[in-house]
């Protein structure tokens, strides 16, 4: 009968599979000296043995070759025409580290013995090294790459090789060299593509170089791209990033215009949020109302934005008006009014709302019944929680969270209510409620009024030995 090997021993098993495999590649490389010409790219094209990832990766982690030959390997892998294999951004990733990682150095000495030997270098080979650069970050060495190639072996860098080295700069907010290559592919008579648009256009944004990333925008039709949903939506989340909300409207009204850039939910999330946050609610609920027009629904981050805005404003009924609408499903546009309200301290109106909740059948989620339990506590209405917690874990077998039991337990002694205390501890037991801790206070009060009983039930429920 065929048993599963245990996780550790297949992968031990995998292991030994795939360096039996890559025996033929680690005979030829081990018997080969770094200086060797082309004759080892030669010698590893003739071998008829299969290649696949666990083959390169058991190359690559032998400890027995020579570090640059190892990558020399790697480099031929990406050339090598094989059917089944190619370079995946995970192998890339793998190889960085099997390597030891990789520097100038080690780059570059590859290149030198590349010249030294002749051996035929393409566009092919520096984007090899340009995705190793990508996967070790080293973001000031690729544009010293893209000039190697055309000062050194008289190659032309395309597209794709500008494209990882442009992410590269803006990745590590090095812009003005992002700007500098992007300037020398139009000179090269290279037309940036879309990867390179965007990539530019959100690094620019959150740099806080808006213009910058406008200008690039603009010139996109120029260079045969049309600037899509994801260019807007940068543009937009960076002029909302500037407090340039206008700018972020104009964009809102292009977008809606455009016939393949079209705003979706993030779009109209991102404003209405920073629309919120400038104070500027009812020109957020304008927006809400075009991205109903539009057919385009909300989601719960949307809602939450206005909610606590209008909460926090006290238009109570309002925040209830964008709920009733139906923007999202009831229940849970309800539970997110009552985390709004509570955030806004209204406990009274959060209470009224999970009521109204409840005679309309709706349940609230685990975080508006928390929040509520811990509001009711933090304006010393811990009675009332417990009246709650009852009816949600009780009457509705509704869960309530660890935290909010800590709050009201805490909120009892508070209050001095014993027989509630003690009934709340009675319940995290049955339930199998850890109590985190409790305050110096609120344990002294137990043991003074509750007697040793009650103390011993206070240490199972914390998980201590009494």
């Known amino acids: ?67 640059s030959l190892r990558l020399r390997f790697f480099v031929w892998a990406a050339h090598h025409h094989h059917p089944h294999y190619r370079h995946s951004p995970a192998t890339y990733s793998r190889a960085v580290h099997s390597l030891g990682g990789v520097d100038r150095d080690l780059l570059f000495n590859l290149l030198r013995s590349y010249r030294a030997v002749h051996y035929p270098v393409s566009v092919k080979t520096f984007r090899v090294l340009l995705n190793l650069c990508k996967e070790a970050n080293l973001f000031d060495l690729a544009p010293r ?24 700069c803006i990745e590590n ?10 300037e020398g592919m139009s000179l ?63 964009l809102l009204g292009e977008m809606e215009k455009a016939t393949e850039a079209g705003p979706n939910v993030v779009t109209y999330t991102c404003l209405i949020q920073c629309l919120c946050d400038a104070d500027r609610v009812d020109d957020a609920l304008r927006v809400l109302g075009r991205m109903r027009d539009r057919d385009c629904s909300a989601n719960r981050v949307t809602i939450v934005a206005l909610t606590d805005r209008l909460s926090a404003d006290g238009r109570i009924s309002d925040a209830c008006e964008v709920v009733e609408r139906g923007f999202i499903d009831g229940g849970e546009g309800y539970s997110s009014l009552v985390v709004s309200l509570l955030r806004a301290n209204n406990v009274s109106e959060a209470e009224r709302v999970v009521v109204g909740m409840l005679e309309r059948e709706l349940t609230p989620d685990g975080l508006s019944r928390n929040s509520l339990i811990v509001g009711l506590c933090s304006v010393g209405r811990s009675v009332d929680g417990l009246r709650w917690y009852c009816r949600f874990e009780e009457e509705m077998s509704l869960p309530v969270g660890a935290d909010a039991c800590q709050a009201l337990l805490e909120g009892l002694c508070r209050e001095r209510r014993l027989g509630e205390a003690a009934a709340l501890i009675d319940a995290m037991g049955t339930r199998g409620v850890r109590l985190r801790g409790l305050s110096v206070d609120g344990v002294e009060f137990l043991a003074r009024e509750g007697g040793e009983d009650l103390v011993s039930k206070l240490m199972r429920i914390k998980g201590e030995r009494t």
Request: glycine share 4%.
């Open 1 to 67: 009968m065929y048993r599963r090997l245990p996780r550790h021993l297949s992968t031990t098993f995998h292991r030994l599979l795939s360096t039996s495999a890559a025996e033929p590649y680690l005979s030829l490389l081990q018997s080969t000296s770094p200086t060797t010409g082309p004759s080892l790219e030669i010698a590893l094209s003739r071998s008829k043995s299969n290649l696949d990832p666990t083959i390169v990766d058991s190359v690559l982690r032998s400890p027995s070759i020579d570090r």
């Open 188 to 250: 090269a008579g290279l037309r940036p593509n879309m990867v390179t648009f965007v990539s530019a256009i959100k690094g620019f944004c959150e740099a806080g170089r808006f213009d910058d990333a406008e200008r690039l925008a603009r010139s996109m039709e120029a260079n045969g791209c049309s600037p899509n949903v994801v260019v807007y939506s940068a543009l937009l989340h960076g002029a909302c990033k500037c407090g340039n909300l206008e700018k972020a409207m104009e």
């Open 145 to 168: 790459l893209l000039e190697t190639m055309r000062t050194d072996f008289n190659c032309r860098p395309d597209t794709a090789s500008y494209n990882v080295a442009v992410r590269l």
């Open 173 to 182: 907010r090095d812009l003005a060299t992002a700007d500098r290559l992007m």
